[in-house]
């Protein structure tokens, strides 16, 4: 028997469905737990599109100068010894991007890299990438939150997401 859908699946496959759109801010929720977060010092501008058949189009604009930007992806409990992530994308100028499982901390929050940035190129290009949680350094064994964070380049870019998938085995 299937298991029923994650929350995160269910938005993810919301947002695939299309016809939604919208400009960029500091902070701007596209579905139910994903949400793109910037610097307030970068001044996010530009938007957003999610056209049936591709997850989402962003083209950032911003109006100054900060640290960081990035996609937020709500995760459910992980009851598996993996997280893996697929991704197919395409940017018309070249970037790398990394991901991180950020985990709820008393202190705040600690970052996990996963090994592999996703290379951002003009063709279409599919990214599979893994984190085996049992060996990974400094990971909380458990915690009362866990996020997929996609760095995004804290600079004006336009990345298209096809399809995006996370898996918890």
Known sequence: MTPPPSPLDSALRDLES???KGRLADVTEFAPGIALRADPALGVAGDWRSPA?????????????????????ALGEIEGDWLGLFCRSAAPEEGLIRVALRSGTAEGFTDSFLPRHIL?????????DALHLPTTPDLPAEAPWRELVIFLPARAFAWQIHDLKVLTP
Not at 53 to 73: F, K, M, Q, S, Y
């Open 18 to 20: 299309g016809s939604d």
């Open 53 to 73: 058949g591709r997850l989402l189009e962003l083209d950032v604009r911003p109006r100054g100068t900060g640290g960081w930007i990035a996609l937020h992806l």
């Open 120 to 128: 951002a190129l003009p063709e279409p290009m599919t990214h599979a």
